[in-house]
């Protein structure tokens, strides 16, 4: 899969811009608050319905605008075209369509136009809360897998109306039937995130090594209160607890997954160049498995790349990605005579746009 045009008009600083990228590599660079970083997240808005950052659709109006439209035209692996438009007004809410048809439901896009994204936010997966890791996985998972997208709404959904049973003192026979609601969904998200770890784990201890030149072992231990007990036998255990809170202190929404270097955890004993690479190894092996279960291969978004890693790292980084492996890639820096000199260290050919207030040109 790679992005052929993107059209874009008063998203965020952007005021309207029409971008006709390469298959390969493509650099945006500029200073900070330029719009580097918008263009990669209109990118993101055509795979996911979505910012790839935690702010809400009205917040990527550009000032004292209605609105906004971001335009995508793709390419598939086999040659096949794909349009994808998103739309959004302050009065009439979100649309996608997808060559021309618009979904009924946002969900059912995803999955279609599969991307990987490595930013600087990307610190919270090591030192926030199990929140972020289970967003990371939730996120993932969605792409590569409908039954586990839909066991995730379905589970979501059926929390927070048991949550709000609990605040109005339900009987034991409505709490029953959310309860089994929870259990059934609750099993296919245990299973589902189970198996990508197992996954994930070599492929992060490959990549890690191949980017720092170092040979620790990198393990993901997924925890979840599933592994002693069913969802069912779990909230029967907690019953009263759950009465007392006024909410469900039980489930798989209270998942986590642990990072670790040799036999200690990262988030403690990891340096910050240990922890950069690990992120941008698991990433790597996400795109890698994405890549297995899409039928093409996703795009991957770099944004402030150096933020990251050091430039010895970066250029392994894109000695890797330039091979047949991967397919189109956005980077984004704000240093050009930086970014020019590592590309050409790791002898991989690039497009390169300039990015000032929102404007970019060659």
């Known amino acids: ?52 950052h935690t702010i809400t659709d009205a917040q990527c109006v550009r000032h004292d605008e209605d609105g906004f439209v971001v335009d995508g035209r793709f390419v598939r692996d086999d040659g096949r075209p794909e349009q994808v438009v998103c739309s959004f007004t302050r009065r009439g809410g979100k649309t996608l369509k997808r060559n021309g048809k618009e979904y009924e439901r946002l969900s059912e896009h995803v999955g279609n136009i599969p991307i990987v994204v490595v930013s600087p936010a990307d610190t919270a997966l090591i030192s926030d809360s199990a929140e972020e890791r289970r967003r990371y996985l939730n996120r993932f998972l969605s792409q590569i897998d409908r039954t586990y997208l839909a066991a995730l709404m379905r589970y979501n959904a059926a929390l927070q109306e048991r949550n ?40 992060v201890t490959k990549f890690y090594a191949e980017l720092s030149e170092q040979r620790e072992v990198m393990r993901l231990e997924y925890r979840s209160e599933l592994q002693t007990a069913s969802l069912a036998e779990l909230l029967l255990a907690t019953r009263q607890k759950d009465f007392v809170n006024e909410h469900t202190t039980s ?28 992120i941008v190894a698991l990433k790597l092996a996400e795109y890698t498995l994405l ?51 590592t590309l050409s260290e790791a002898g991989v050919e690039y497009r390169l746009f300039n990015i000032n207030s929102g404007k970019a040109s060659l």
């Open 164 to 203: 709000k049973l609990l605040k109005t003192s339900p009987t034991e026979d409505i709490l029953l039937i959310y309860d089994a609601m929870l259990a059934a969904s609750a099993d296919v998200i245990f299973k589902k995130r189970a198996e990508i770890i197992d996954a994930l784990t070599p492929l």
């Open 1 to 52: 899969m790679r992005l052929d045009r993107l059209s874009i008009i008063n998203f965020k600083n952007i005021e309207s811009e029409d971008i006709s990228l390469s298959e390969g590599i493509n650099c945006f660079v500029g200073d900070n608050g330029a719009g580097k970083t918008n263009i990669l997240d209109a990118v993101h808005y055509l795979s996911m319905a979505k910012s790839m």
């Open 291 to 341: 890549a297995q279960h899409a039928a093409c291969k996703p795009i991957l978004l770099l944004d402030d790349l150096f933020d990251k890693l050091d430039m010895r790292r970066v250029a392994q980084l894109l000695k890797l990605t330039g091979g047949d492996d991967f397919g189109q890639i956005l980077i984004t820096d704000c240093n050009k005579h930086r970014l020019q000199h």
């Open 251 to 278: 489930g798989i929404h209270r998942d986590d997954v642990v990072f670790s270097i040799g036999d200690h955890p990262l988030r403690k004993f990891g340096s910050q160049g240990q922890q950069k690479s690990f």
